[in-house]
T-cell receptor, first 115, second 114 residues
Framework: DAGVIQSPRHEVTEMGQEVTLRCKPI?????LFWYRQTMMRGLELLIY????????DSGMPEDRFSAKMPNASFSTLKIQPSEPRDSAVYFC?????????????FGPGTRLTVL | DQQVKQNSPSLSVQEGRISILNCDYT??????FLWYKKYPAEGPTFLIS?????DKNEDGRFTVFLNKSAKHLSLHIVPSQPGDSAVYFC?????????????FGTGTRLKVLA
């Protein structure tokens, strides 16, 4: 299996622009997670899906952030409008189960820079 | 409010010596703990885990110790190798709560010197 795939790997944009990050989970995994990594807060869970349905979006920082999972093999995280404080590395992860003990497999991340 | 804390942002250790990475947590509902390892430009990968019913779990050179009364866990790497140089994240979950979330710490950057 190719693992979790994320695109783009790097994104540089200007404040106010819309940014869309993409993720393809491991085939057969029912759970998909979006995380953000910053120096100050480490890895923060933004939102997770089960069978394409958002289950917990309490980590989404503001209404500027939205996530969708239109099918089992694709998810997007959108920021509109983007701000410099959104600069971070965004990771997508998937797991077969979300039992609280199941291994989550991470993608390589998207490094977002908002100027 | 950080429920999982890694108070040492970085650690340097000589090759062949022991590396000890520490993690503290505040939520007494946490009952499952993991360590993930992250190389530059890659996503974190699972390293080792421990359930709260145990106080030690070993996998080769890696051992995780859990002290529930102190709400503290540590990862020991013996002997340390240059390839162990990475950022290590501690994570915790309340697996019986139904929330299915891992709470991660801020990470500790380990540098193993040859």
């Amino acid at each position: 299996d190719a693992g979790v795939i994320q695109s783009p790997r790097h994104e540089v944009t200007e404040m106010g622009q819309e940014v869309t990050l993409r993720c393809k989970p491991i085939s057969g995994h029912d759970y998909l997670f979006w995380y953000r990594q910053t120096m100050m807060r480490g890895l923060e869970l933004l939102i997770y899906f089960n069978n394409n349905v958002p289950i917990d979006d309490s980590g989404m920082p503001e209404d500027r952030f939205s996530a969708k999972m239109p099918n089992a093999s694709f998810s997007t995280l959108k920021i509109q409008p983007s701000e410099p404080r959104d600069s971070a590395v965004y990771f997508c992860a998937s797991s077969l189960l979300a039992s609280g003990t199941d291994t989550q497999y991470f993608g390589p991340g998207t490094r977002l820079t908002v100027l | 409010d950080q429920q999982v804390k890694q108070n040492s942002p970085s650690l340097s250790v000589q090759e062949g010596r022991i590396s000890i990475l520490n993690c503290d947590y505040t939520n007494s509902m946490f009952d499952y703990f993991l360590w993930y390892k992250k190389y530059p430009a890659e996503g974190p990968t699972f390293l080792i885990s421990i359930s709260s019913i145990k106080d030690k779990n070993e996998d080769g050179r890696f051992t995780v110790f859990l002290n529930k009364s102190a709400k503290h866990l540590s990862l020991h790497i013996v002997p340390s190798q240059p390839g162990d140089s990475a950022v290590y994240f501690c994570a915790a979950s309340a697996s019986t709560s139904g929330t299915y979330k891992y709470i991660f710490g801020t990470g500790t950057r380990l540098k193993v010197l040859a």
